[in-house]
């Protein structure tokens, strides 16, 4: 991502439109924010390419395509092997998202399975792949709040709590 440009108010007033409705086309789009719509296409297009605008597949829920059950991965892995070990978890489906981090793991994986035997069966392909040390696993039993960014884009508009956030 090091071509991500950084949000401005009006990207942040698009965003937040796009976000309360996810299907709304260019043309709505400038018209609800009173936009050109050319201004609206070239930033979209603009935080498309430089990251800024997640892949439609990240709004899909892991529970809509069969694997209802979500855990955290702290996986610890032998320096020497890094690149062995993320290539690794990279090819394991499960694996939806996966961050280096500081603590008692090196890498935190998140993990979506069909059940408990079906997580079982994906833990003991992590130890076994290459370069991982150890894993330690926790079950998430509840959603408490999803990852919302309406909150923060709000801030960068200047309208803070004004068009509510979504979850």
Do not use: F
């Not at 990207?11 to 709304?24: N, S, V």
């Amino acid at each position: 991502m090091s071509k991500l440009t950084p949000v401005d108010a009006t990207d942040a007033r698009i965003l937040l439109a796009l976000d309360r409705d996810p299907q709304a086309t260019v043309v709505a789009l400038a018209n609800d924010l009173q936009l050109a719509r050319n201004t609206v296409q070239a930033r979209l297009r603009r935080m498309s390419e430089n990251g800024a605008l997640s892949r439609i597949s990240c709004r899909v829920e892991p529970e809509a395509v069969g694997y209802p059950l979500l855990a955290l991965v702290t996986v610890s892995i032998s320096q020497r092997m890094r690149g062995e070990a993320t290539q690794a978890l990279d090819s394991l489906p499960e694996v939806v998202e996966l961050l280096a981090t500081t603590g008692d793991g090196d890498l935190l994986a998140r993990v979506v399975a069909k059940d408990t035997g079906d997580l079982n069966r994906i833990t003991e392909m992590l130890v076994d792949m290459p370069g991982i040390e150890r894993t330690s696993t926790a079950i998430v039993l509840r959603r408490v709040r999803s990852l919302r960014m309406a909150p923060l884009l709000e801030r960068l508009t200047g309208s803070a709590g004004s068009a509510g956030s979504r979850e």
